[in-house]
């Protein structure tokens, strides 16, 4: 089970960036724990893009489901991440 909340649409900038570097901290070992990680960051970017109108944001919430996939993927596969 994730730790990583699944309603992000009402907290501010401010508090989803604390967030954000609280799960940058947290240790990750298993292609799951880096999968869930993955989705948090693309969520967060993907709302701070949809907020502000933020290219970059867009681009990093791409970069991070596309991170995501390649961890699942391989998982799956039985390789490392």
Known sequence: MSD???DLSG???ARLVRLFL???DMPRTTPAE???FFDF???VFALIA???GNPDAAKAAERART????VLN???MGGDV
Request: without cysteine.
């Open 4 to 6: 990583y909340p699944t």
């Open 11 to 13: 907290l501010s900038g």
């Open 22 to 24: 609280d799960a940058v």
């Open 34 to 36: 880096w999968a869930e």
């Open 41 to 43: 960051k693309a969520r």
């Open 50 to 52: 949809e907020r502000d």
């Open 67 to 70: 991170n995501r996939e390649r």
């Open 74 to 76: 391989k998982a799956t």
